[in-house]
């Protein structure tokens, strides 16, 4: 085998490809672990100046982004549009490459010694921003192999297909396009014109009208509006997939996507589930689900990662059906009719938090898109290698099932990863702006959006995104969420450079900045926090209007709790938000704590949700030398053991406990009598759970006491149901008291 170095291909039809142009270069990673992120161009001002200006170089640089747009507006521009037809053929023909390449050691050539070679690479991305020396071993099998022996008819009755049916081409009926953009809410979204003034009154955030509807599976929806557009929505009983506007280019594969929640001689292509929240999704409103569960975290990808695939097949075949009319000069090239395209080409961005999850979302991908006997996947040996099972042995130590599919697979939370999609391919590790998907964590988004002043940043690949998916939303902060935060912080604003856009395909609200208006927001929880509601109110602004799924805690986990444990509830009044943390600090070390400071109350276990708090009851302790064991998210193994062996033998008669430890580890704690609840846990089933570990037996006391106020009604509500929850926090009394795990 001769060199390591990137391999090139030649196809068996006619020796060396047609030289062709080279795909954008991807710029190196900013961090390890990072890939396919955006190139950053240099601004060519020369291009932007206006004849009449004769200002230096020096000031040109400092030209603004709104100038730079507004200039390449006035100036007309020969740039090719961001998804031309000569990059269409280029992929097209780099496939049939592909298809048809009979990769052998004698037809690997090294990089270095083919410099002369006509033949130029197409660079599809690399996460660390070069090649390593594993990927050469790989690039041969960049593209699963199809059979070698199927037949020129055959290749060309698929790209017939491909071309004609599935990608916009000529042999669609002009009737059949007329029907489909009548009636498809894809095209009602996109030719949709909302106007300065119902811009100015979506901006302001306030809730003009608003309907409330309950259906069996999602149960109570409340479906809300920022203008005066029609706030219903309706759940859709049609099986076949084309009534439902789902490409057939997808459809043809679902019974395979999805067969594990399909029910059994119904003929219907979703689960019960699944067709109420597609039935959301497909009018582009936005949609918060907080009651995904883990029983249901594969269900609820499925129908999501359906609509996603389907919005971009659409997006493609409608630039490239324009891209063929004007190559016929069919239509007048400044119509308003061609308009397809975004300022950038990234369409769906989606947030998860492991790569494991990412993982299985490309996965589906393939198994929606293309056909089982023919999957053309670039670097699918790589990625299997980067976000596939990682090897390790299974945890000897048994935990609940949720912590076992939260944490299944690859748990790293640092990545990012740009997916395009061809005729009749998926390319994985495509730069950002040659991509149509990113799949990415907080984390990884964070890095490379970056802070001011740093070098390097870049968030231009956010600025045209059409559909925004959170998913285990509430995982987001146990990692942390200010990441979430500064990533909605930098949604659709003003690119700094022009990405070789056409502006004549722009769409004309994403000219108008009105591109947050037209996107639609999906997130998918476990539970709901009042930090995902702010998120939820104060970033989407979708014209179409936002659906909650909003229902009642009946009994709450407190339920579940099976020993015999007295519950003291009591509540810290404080009228401002602000002040709760000093409110709660002053309360605890005034009120509850000088009654376990007693050798009789050793083995009580606080319980503290915010590290913040954990740190300043840390501190409050080593002041007032008061022995007590610590454990916490950053705790070393070796310290979390002796802490855990000091509590159990109560040489130690306190312990501080966070809740990030106990969602990430799951241990469980020996020697607990007694628990003080600072806070009440986010996940209300860890509540039931810590107190199901207190020992107990003849002649020993326990105890659990919770503090709580006003501010803390979805956390309450979660652990003592709805009812109880608006009867404590509008009680005159402070103290309330339940008593569990006795027959009635």
Known sequence: MRGRGRRRFYGRKGGKRKKSKKFPAKSSSQNPGSSGEPTPKKAKYEDLVVEDESSSSENEGEISSYQQLICTLEKPTNEKPIESDEEEDLIEEEDEDFDDADVGEDEVIDEETSEGNELEEIDLGDEDGKNSEDDSDDDGDALNEVDDDESDKDENDENDLESGEEDGGQEHHKDEDNVEENSDPFYARLWHDIGEKKAETISKGKTVCQSDTKWSNLGCLVTSSLCEENVAVKLTKEKDPSNLHIRKRISDHLDRANEEFMLDKSGDIFSPLQRELFSIMNTYKDLFYPERSHTVLDEVRHVYCLHVLNHVVKCRALVLKHNSLLSQQAIDPDSDKIRDQGLTR??????????????????????????????????????????????????????????????????????????????????????????????????????????????????????????????????????????????????????????????????????????????????????????????FNKYCFNYAGKVMVNNPVISGSICQIATALPQVFQRIECDSYVQLPEKRFNYFISKVLPHFRDKVMAGTMIFVPSYFDYVRLRNHFRKEEIKFAQICEYTKQSNISRARIYFYEKSRPLMLYTERFHFFRRYRIKGIRHIIFYQLPMYPHLYSELCNMITTGVGIDNSCTVLYSKYDVHRLAGVVGANRCSHMLAAEKNVHMFVTGEES
Request: negative net charge.
């Open 346 to 535: 990234p369409r769906v961005l989606i947030v998860v938090p492991f790569r494991e999850a990412a993982f299985q979302i490309v996965n589906l991908f393939i198994k929606m898109l293309l056909p089982a006997e023919k999957e053309q996947v670039s670097h699918r040996k790589r990625f299997t290698r980067e976000y596939g099972p990682t090897g390790e042995a299974p945890s000897k130590i048994q935990r609940p099932d949720d912590w076992e599919v939260t944490f299944a697979g690859n748990v790293d939370d640092h990545f990012r990863i740009g997916m395009a999609i061809t005729r009749k391919s998926i390319r994985l590790y495509t730069d950002f702006y040659s991509s149509d998907i990113i799949i990415a964590s907080p984390l990884g988004l964070r890095t490379i959006i970056g802070v001011e002043g740093e070098k390097g940043r870049d968030f231009d690949f956010l600025s045209s995104i059409d559909i925004l998916v959170f998913d285990q939303t509430d995982v987001f902060h146990m990692q942390n969420w200010e990441h979430v935060q500064h990533l909605m912080e930098h949604m659709h604003l003003q690119p700094k450079q022009s990405h070789d856009v056409d502006f004549s395909r722009v769409h004309e609200w994403t000219i108008n900045g009105w591109s947050k208006l037209y996107r639609q927001t999906l997130s998918f929880s476990r539970v709901i926090t009042p930090e995902m509601k702010s998120i």
